[in-house]
């Protein structure tokens, strides 16, 4: 193999990872500020757990930091943020953090067998489309919203982060 067909090979295979970890979907930037939700309350919704089929309701978590996560069960960046976001919830938990995920996945079996698979430990339901358009700015998985202990929109971000990259944005909330 030529020297220039051997580059063009590893540009575009490193294209294409830093693409998947960067987000899954048309558009995936970096920490933004979510408009228009920002500094407006949080929608409210009550959707059944995938895991268990009981009510998750964003106003039980009043008085606490919520981060609302849409991911999907086919996106590499979800699946490679899992552990990281996993270990900040064990770790944030106790300090009054919560996650919540929407899946935007069509079969909630597959999300089931996802949630046994990665051993998540926050609740998740399944995101609708009213629940898509109420939080508006959706156009990518992962997308997760910020919720400060009033439930109002601090931030939004898409893509891959770090613990402590969730860390750094979650604890001026805390």
Sequence with gaps: MRYWQSWLIKSTL???VLAGLSGCGPSSNNVEKAMPMLER???QFE????????????SDYTGQVVLVKF???WCG????????????Y??????GVQIIAASIDKDPA??????EQHAIGYPIVMADTELLEQYGAVNAVPTVYILNRDHTVVSRFRGYRSRQ???DLVDEHI
């Design 77 to 88: 960046s979800c699946s490679a943020m899992n552990p990281e976001i996993q270990a900040f």
């Design 41 to 43: 309350e949080a929608i």
């Design 110 to 115: 597959v999300v089931k067998a996802y949630i």
């Design 47 to 58: 959707r059944p757990s995938v895991a268990d089929g009981q009510p998750v309701r964003l």
């Design 71 to 73: 991911f999907a069960t």
């Design 165 to 167: 990259a969730l860390a």
């Design 14 to 16: 490193a294209i294409v």
């Design 90 to 95: 064990d770790q944030y938990q106790s300090k």
